[in-house]
């Protein structure tokens, strides 16, 4: 009721203001006419962009945040944002070694500071002697730092153990969003039944619903099999693509490997079937791989859409046009304020990359010390050099510590009635199912919504419901970061598992 009254305020206070001004002159003489930008008159697209993970229960519990400063009593101390995947804010310490080197180039007289080890120190020399003015502060040419890219480029070829990656293909960027946004936009085009669809996992993270309708763009779902741990069904990628064929252009698939907000990790064989769909279908490919350090299950690997299109053979990698997405936000770093990332094209028309190179010169550049962060985690310290040990300990227990909390999440949530939990194979998400009475579901247009509101009101956790990425009809999920700390963690689940059998029982 709460969202809906705000929602109600909103409208009645964005209706235009003609009327009320009509009659009365202005100071020029000329009538007053109201807002000359309004609701009304405003791009209807970018009203029909819906972010869930930060939409209302965000807004509330920001809300809730500023009442407990001011003294308003509530039934807990604190609102735990359980909401989005900012390891930082959760409580992650960062990598000392990334942060040594940043400091380094921020402010370069800590350079004769005998504090900070030599390979550090090499480093930010050779990152600054590539930036104008030798300052992170100056503008970076529009594709990303020259020796950056190549450094990104000689790291893609290790991780897929020696397949050739070009500098040139690399386009740096304001994290992954960015990259992923901005590839949208060239693919996007013609109207009516001729306009671009695009092919997104449901769930989907809301980047790209949100994208494909700031963009106009027709956004074709294709289910992802909860039965069978969030799985990919090529059976179910054809009647997808068959079906919107009768009103769109497919043109792209979209595929987030490990998932989110699933947490599901595609097998080899998997990935080989989306290549060849998209093969067979003239698709092309995007594959959002910023999670690709997390995978904790057992018998779980990860496999690059890169590395296995070409070890396909040339049927394939000399045709299959892709773009692949990677961020310093996720995986061990969880550095997102500094909105580092990268993607790679392959197979595209060098006219369009023509295109590209001029799309993100627009925005001048990425954030230098976004880019200085990337470098460092594509190109580490190495067993020879003085931070080695130190950054290996580090990275090994951040990823050691997930791997802990998807086995607690899954484990917890399956013990209580009416949650059903998937294992978390990688990523930073759990999404379980939640059963819901009757008499919930009659009450709320949007069941799963009023689940997380009452929640967040009673108990202080943020969550954001199912529906904001994405569910089968009528069924009810939430989804959950597995970042706090341990004991915080155990604290939030047994704080859900409680609220969700006592929900149960007050609408039962």
């Known amino acids: 009721q709460l969202l809906y009254a705000r929602a109600k305020s909103v409208k009645r206070s964005s209706q235009p203001r003609a009327e009320a001004g009509e009659g009365v002159a202005a100071a020029n003489g000329l009538p007053c006419r109201g807002k000359v930008l309004n609701l009304d008159n405003m791009n209807p697209n970018v009203r029909r962009v819906e972010y869930a993970v930060r939409g209302a229960i965000v807004q509330r519990a920001l809300q809730i945040d500023k009442e407990l400063k001011e003294g308003v009593k509530k039934p807990?101390?604190?609102?735990?944002?359980?909401?989005?995947?900012d390891a930082h804010a959760m409580g992650q310490k960062p990598i000392t070694f990334l942060r040594q080197v940043l400091a380094l180039c921020a402010y370069p007289d800590l350079l004769d500071d005998n504090k900070f080890p030599d390979d550090s120190k090499q480093r930010a020399?050779?990152?600054?002697?590539?930036?104008?003015?030798?300052?992170?502060?100056?503008?970076?040419?529009?594709q990303g730092i020259e020796c950056i890219r190549q450094d990104v480029a000689r790291y893609i070829e290790k991780r897929d153990d020696g397949i050739s990656s070009d500098p040139d293909n690399i386009y740096l960027a304001t994290g992954a969003s960015d990259a992923i946004v901005t590839m949208l936009k060239l693919?996007?085009?013609g109207k009516g039944r001729d306009?671009?669809?695009?092919?997104?996992?449901?769930?989907?993270?809301?980047?790209?619903?949100?994208?494909?309708?700031?963009?106009?763009?027709?956004?074709?779902?294709?289910?992802?099999?909860?039965?069978k741990c969030w799985s990919l069904d090529i059976a179910e990628l054809k009647r997808a693509v068959t079906a919107a064929r009768q009103h769109c252009n497919p043109r792209v698939i979209c595929i987030i490997n490990p998932g989110n907000p699933t947490g599901q990790v595609q097998s080899r064989q998997c990935i080989?079937?989306?290549?060849?769909?998209?093969?067979?279908?003239?698709?092309?490919l995007m594959a959002d791989e910023v999670y690709q350090d997390n995978v904790y299950a057992e018998g779980c690997k990860f496999h690059s859409f890169k590395r296995v299109l070409f070890e396909m053979g040339p049927e394939y990698s000399t045709t299959v046009e892709m773009a692949s997405f990677h961020s310093t936000s996720k995986c061990y770093m969880g550095e997102c304020g500094f909105r580092g990332g990268y993607m790679e094209v392959i197979n595209m028309d060098p006219e369009v990359k023509a295109q590209l190179t001029k799309l993100v010169s627009v925005r001048l550049c990425p954030p230098v010390p976004g880019q200085a962060l990337?470098?460092?985690?594509?190109?580490?310290?190495?067993?020879?050099?003085?931070?080695?040990?130190?950054?290996?300990?580090?990275?090994?227990?951040?990823?050691?510590?997930?791997?802990?909390?998807?086995?607690?999440?899954?484990?917890?949530?399956?013990?209580?009635?009416?949650?059903?939990?998937?294992?978390?194979?990688?990523a930073m998400y759990t999404f379980p199912r939640i059963t819901l009475p009757q008499k919930a579901i009659d009450k709320a247009k949007v069941p799963d919504m009023f689940y997380c509101m009452k929640l967040l009101e009673e108990e202080g956790i943020c969550l954001v419901p199912g529906s904001g990425f994405g569910q089968r009809e009528g069924t009810f999920h939430f989804r959950m970061t597995i970042l706090p700390p341990t004991e915080k963690l155990k604290f939030?689940?047994?704080?859900?598992?409680?609220?969700?059998?006592?929900?149960?029982?007050?609408?039962s």
């Open 272 to 284: 080989e079937d989306v290549i060849r769909f998209a093969k067979e279908e003239h698709l092309f």
């Open 125 to 142: 020399r050779r990152i600054l002697e590539a930036c104008g003015g030798h300052s992170i502060g100056a503008y970076s040419s529009s």
């Open 374 to 426: 990337l470098d460092l985690v594509v190109n580490p310290p190495q067993p020879d050099e003085p931070s080695y040990d130190k950054f290996m300990k580090e990275r090994t227990a951040v990823l050691a510590a997930l791997a802990e909390k998807a086995g607690l999440t899954e484990q917890i949530f399956n013990t209580v009635p009416g949650i059903t939990c998937n294992p978390v194979q990688g």
């Open 76 to 85: 807990f101390t604190e609102v735990i944002k359980a909401n989005i995947g």
């Open 195 to 227: 306009r671009t669809g695009v092919m997104i996992s449901i769930p989907q993270y809301p980047l790209y619903s949100a994208a494909l309708a700031d963009l106009a763009a027709v956004q074709i779902n294709y289910y992802l099999d909860e039965d």
């Open 492 to 507: 939030v689940l047994q704080k859900i598992s409680d609220f969700h059998i006592r929900f149960t029982q007050e609408f």
């Open 187 to 189: 693919l996007v085009c």
